[in-house]
């Protein structure tokens, strides 16, 4: 057993917070690129030791943010605290909304990913196509751009519209730098030595009433969004767009507080409502089209909502999804990352929520695509294992 005295063991590695001082800048085309070499991108490997490649990462992330940050508030995005009422020296999570959030009768909620951090759609996008792009400056210049254009209702009032901005992948609170952060960045805090283990979590780094992405939502429904507030207009309609996680605790969040139908079922295959499942009990059983229960969360599901999920079809296209998630789905017109899907597609989804919010009438065609599969790959990955299996048998 090896046992090595403090002072042999390598300091831990420190990045300072500046892009120059990290050997980057800002092009005109709003990319972040390295000094030494304009055309490449940021490194991530500078050092064969991996926890060197987390703390420089981790730094470079942190100057992304309080960019991202600053442009957001410029548009006029105010930071709120949860649990409401907390002060800076208390445990806290922070979301962004609009300043018009008490007055707008129409309020867009994004609930992010827990890989999500506060305004980042994600690094690679603001890496590859611009920190506007790849963050939700863009897409809050065009939710905010929405509220100035809007016009006027028959009634001649303003149907302002309001944005607010969960943050489910920042939940963990820091103690000793007052501020709630993603688990990369918790594992990037400094420690004894480059050989030392991330600090220990405890009850104290712990957000009360946001103690994982499931609850935060649910705060989110309950403290802010809720109807009579102090928040939101009594009135207001709320358009949600949900990001991989955030887009399930949205739906189990409303499918278990649903007035809308007795047993919040939420799956289209088995729902019933009380009459057709005692017919069904007694032998009477009548063909019910999925999802078309009236009144039901299902039937909201499926004629109210989308999912835009990754495909190499373009943008918008129909794809098979559709008994799976409850609603139609489309491409995203992102084939690879999922991360990117929401990078390509929230102009459609704004376009669509649009559609929806003037039209109230309006419902989903529900289609039902069958997924090709590609059987002769499947024959010969079939064949090329029997004959590995022949192989290691003969030996």
């Known amino acids: 057993m090896l046992v090595y005295r403090r002072k042999d063991l390598p300091d831990d590695p420190v990045f300072p917070a500046d892009l120059e001082k990290l050997g980057y800048f800002i092009n005109d085309q709003d990319q972040i690129r390295q000094i030494a070499n304009p055309d490449e991108s940021f490194r991530y490997k500078i050092n064969a030791n991996e926890r060197w490649n987390e703390v420089h990462c981790s730094a470079f992330n942190d100057c992304i943010r309080h960019i991202v940050l600053s442009r957001l508030e410029a548009l006029g995005m105010e ?4 649990p409401v009422g907390a002060q800076t020296h208390e445990k806290h999570v922070p979301i962004l909304h609009s ?4 007055a707008a009768k129409r309020i867009i909620v994004v609930l992010g990913s827990p890989d999500q951090e506060l305004g980042i759609w994600t690094y690679r996008s603001i890496s590859e196509k611009g920190i506007n792009v790849g963050s939700m400056v863009d897409f809050a210049k065009a939710v905010l751009q929405r509220d100035k254009d809007n016009t006027k209702e028959p009634n001649g009032e303003h149907d302002s519209i309001a944005l607010v901005i969960a943050n489910s992948g920042q939940l963990i609170y820091h103690c000793g730098s007052g501020t709630s952060m993603s688990r990369s960045t918790w594992f990037a805090l400094p420690v004894a030595s480059a050989a030392h283990p991330p600090l220990r979590q405890t009850y104290r780094n712990v957000v009360p009433g946001n103690t994982n992405w499931r609850k935060h939502v649910r705060y989110i429904f309950e403290n802010v969004l809720a109807a009579g507030g102090e928040f939101v207009n009594a009135n207001a309609k709320i358009d949600i767009i949900g990001v991989e996680e955030g887009g399930l605790a949205a739906v189990e969040y ?11 079922l939420h799956n ?11 017919s069904a009990d007694n032998g009477n059983s009548s063909d019910v089209e999925v999802g078309q229960t009236p009144g039901s969360f299902a ?5 109210r909502c989308r999912a835009y999920l990754l495909s190499d ?15 139609n789905t489309h491409s995203s017109g992102e084939a690879v990352n999922h991360e990117d899907a929401v990078v390509s597609s929230w102009q459609a989804m704004l376009i669509w929520l649009d559609k929806l919010h003037y039209d109230p009438s309006h419902e989903e065609v529900e289609f039902i695509m069958e997924e090709v599969v590609d059987d002769e790959a499947w024959r010969k990955w079939q064949q090329r294992e029997d004959e590995e299996d022949e192989e290691e048998s003969s030996k």
């Open 299 to 303: 039937k909201f599901l499926a004629t």
């Open 79 to 82: 930071t709120l605290r949860l």
């Open 268 to 278: 289209k295959r088995q729902l019933f409502n009380v009459e057709e499942q005692e």
């Open 254 to 264: 409303l499918g278990e507080h649903s007035i809308c139908f007795a047993r919040p």
């Open 313 to 327: 079809k373009p943008l918008e296209w129909p794809i098979p999804g559709t008994p799976e998630y409850g609603c």
């Open 99 to 102: 300043t018009n959030i008490s």
